[in-house]
């Protein structure tokens, strides 16, 4: 069974940081993990990705500030957020994928003005 759990989210001043994780579980190796946010009322959207191979990708909203990276513990993934902005509050929720994808069930984050 696969198990995907995030960690790290909380309330944090416009201008701070946060360190999220994700480990996932289940399946020896996976493709591709990534991190989406959803805020309310609105519709998820992908944030950041990363390959088995270390290529990443991210929104044009989080460049510059957010950075993506496999940790050494295997299936496992972090999201440094740097210069957060009150837009960045949301629910964030890490996908890992091999032939499906795989949910987490989310963390809050929360940054204040």
């Known amino acids: 069974q696969v198990h995907v759990v995030e960690s790290g989210g909380g309330l944090v001043q416009a201008g701070g940081s946060l360190r999220l994780s994700c480990a996932a579980s289940?399946?020896?190796?996976?493709?591709?993990m990534g991190w989406y946010r959803q805020a309310p009322g609105k519709q998820r959207e992908a944030v950041a990705a990363?390959?088995?191979?270390?290529?990443?990708n991210y929104a044009d909203s989080v460049k510059g500030r957010f950075t993506i990276s496999r940790g050494d513990a295997e299936n496992t993934v972090y999201l440094q957020m740097n210069g957060l902005k009150p837009e960045d509050t949301a629910v964030y929720y890490c996908?890992?994928?091999?032939?499906?994808?795989?949910w987490g069930q989310g963390t809050q984050v929360t940054v204040s003005s």
């Open positions: 996908r890992a994928t091999r032939v499906f994808d795989y």
């Open positions: 289940g399946i020896f190796s996976f493709n591709n």
């Open positions: 990363i390959t088995s191979g270390g290529s990443t």
